[in-house]
Every structure is written in structure tokens, then in C-alpha cells.
């Protein structure tokens, strides 16, 4: 898994890089922050105020497919935290997502292979080992050491906050 969640800096390299078109631009099935439906929302109006440090919303499973694939092309490869200075050819832009099926024999530029987590993995790695409701955190209250709620959010100017300000998980 990632060090942190894919932030809207790193989305947005992809589609710049290969014309791509979310499910929720393609088919305006966002939804607002009170999860009612929205065709208006997507990852670039998400219905509050973006920075590129900021996690990556509204993406369907097939969005974060095609940025692991994307990752996994080594002419396509963007390290994190690193701008793009790559142009890619014409013949590589996607957003039909005619091929949103994982990619499993090919490797990103540093021999890792970039997919999404199985549900029973995202089980296991969010514990972290831990038990019950909290995981590894063990109670509400030290939930908030490592991740946004309502409750630490709030008076915040934005419901979203920059990836990498909380403890990670152990």
C-alpha cells in the first residue's frame, strides 16, 4: 500500500499526461459531500476549494485502475512528489477506458507493481495488526491522532485535509 493516499497532484499528472476521463465526468454520477447526487461534482470540483496536496476524491474503482496501470507503464512512471516533465506520445492517451483490467505482468521504472489492495487486504493493512472497532488505534479518541473525522475537522476551511499531516498508520 501507499505511503499516503494519492493525492489530487499526482491524479492530475495522470490526466494530464494521458487525456483520461473519470466515471464521474463521463457518466456525471458524482456525488456532494452529504453523498446526494451531484452530476456537477468530480475530482476537480469536488464541491470545495483543491490543492494538489490534498487526497484524490470521487475516483471509481476503474479511475484508481487506470492510475495503477498508468504508474505501471515506465514511460508513464511519475515518482511521487516529483513534477512531470514527460510528454507522452498521441497514441498513449486513454479515456475510453476500453482497458481498465490491471496490467499484472507490468512494472513501474522501479520494478514495483502498483494495483489496488484486495477488500481482505484493506481489512488487514487498516488495523495494522490491531483488534475491534479502532484497529491498532484501540479507541475513538486515538483514532484522531491518526486520521480526520468530524470531530478534528471541524472549523477547518475545508472537509478534506493534506495527505500526510496525521501519524501513519504503525
Do not use: M
Not at 27 to 34: A, H
Not at 94 to 110: F, L, Q, V
Amino acid at each position: 500500500l501507499g505511503t499516503t493516499e494519492v493525492t489530487v497532484g499526482q491524479f492530475k499528472q495522470f490526466v494530464e499526461a494521458t487525456g483520461y476521463v473519470t466515471d464521474a465526468e463521463r457518466f456525471k454520477i458524482g456525488r456532494n459531500i452529504q453523498v446526494q447526487p451531484d452530476p456537477n461534482i468530480t475530482w476537480k470540483t469536488p464541491g470545495y476549494a483543491i490543492s494538489d496536496d490534498l487526497p484524490v476524491n470521487i475516483i471509481s474503482p476503474a479511475d484508481a485502475q487506470a492510475f495503477c496501470d498508468w504508474l505501471n507503464e515506465s514511460s508513464h512512471h511519475v515518482p511521487r512528489d516529483e513534477p512531470s516533465s514527460q510528454k507522452p506520445d498521441a497514441d498513449t492517451k486513454r479515456g475510453d477506458n476500453s482497458d481498465s483490467t490491471p496490467k499484472g505482468s507490468s512494472r513501474g521504472t522501479r520494478g514495483l507493481l502498483y494495483r489496488l489492495p484486495t477488500e481482505a487486504e484493506w481489512a488487514v493493512a487498516s488495523r495494522a495488526g490491531g483488534e475491534g472497532n479502532y484497529g491498532f488505534a484501540g479507541s475513538a479518541q486515538g483514532v484522531l491522532e491518526y486520521a480526520w473525522t468530524a470531530e478534528n475537522v471541524a472549523g477547518k476551511p475545508t472537509p478534506v485535509q493534506p495527505v500526510a499531516t496525521k501519524l501513519a498508520n504503525p
